[in-house]
């Protein structure tokens, strides 16, 4: 009896295991994670492989949330590998944008699937919540329009060093922020 019961928890451990799904996702060969920043040097843009190892390997979306698509919208650049991956370029707005990969099912990932290259409300503030994971966020820097992922590293190094020490001064936050590049 204990014997049988050992296979299936065993068999159950195993099925899980098959229904995982892992999401890698790479720029130029480098991983996305830590919010990492990468460059678009002129308007075709940076392209992500996306790989997904289990089951639900087709129900990765990736989107823009700072795309000009209004309130609710995101800008969706790949769903399940259907329509290929648009490239990332950080067009309009802001110079710099961020880009998240999801894991969709049902109806929110045929919408996805049919607004490859478009603006989509699919993704909004109520699923993000349900599916985002802070591993698969990134930046692109717009480098064409003037942007900068070095740029956005100054400024997060000065806010730290702020928020170290209200009382530092400004030549010794540059020389450390010089000696940090």
């Known amino acids: 009896m204990a014997l049988s019961f050992g296979y299936a928890v065993l068999a159950a451990v195993i099925c899980q295991a098959q229904q995982a799904t892992f999401i890698s996702v790479s720029i130029d060969g480098t991983e996305v994670k830590d919010e990492k ?25 990736v989107y ?9 919208g995101a800008y969706i650049h790949y769903a399940g590998g259907e329509g ?14 961020t880009y998240h990969a999801i894991l969709l099912s049902g109806q929110n990932l045929e919408e996805a699937k049919a607004r490859v290259g478009e603006c989509s409300d699919v993704i909004n503030t109520d699923l993000t919540k349900m599916w985002l994971h802070q591993d698969y966020m990134w ?18 190094m000065m806010q730290a060093w702020d928020e ?4 530092g001064e400004d030549s010794a936050k540059q020389d450390r922020w010089e000696a940090d590049l």
């Open 37 to 61: 920043c990468f460059e678009a040097k002129s308007s075709d843009g940076l392209v992500a492989e996306i790989s997904s190892v289990g089951l639900n390997a087709e129900k990765t979306v």
């Open 64 to 72: 823009d949330a700072d795309a000009s698509c209004g309130e609710r």
């Open 84 to 97: 290929g991956f648009k490239p990332m370029t950080a067009g309009s707005g802001p110079l710099i944008h």
């Open 139 to 156: 930046k692109v820097a717009a480098v064409y329009r003037g942007g900068s992922c070095r740029r956005r590293r100054r400024r997060d």
């Open 164 to 167: 170290e020490d209200e009382e």
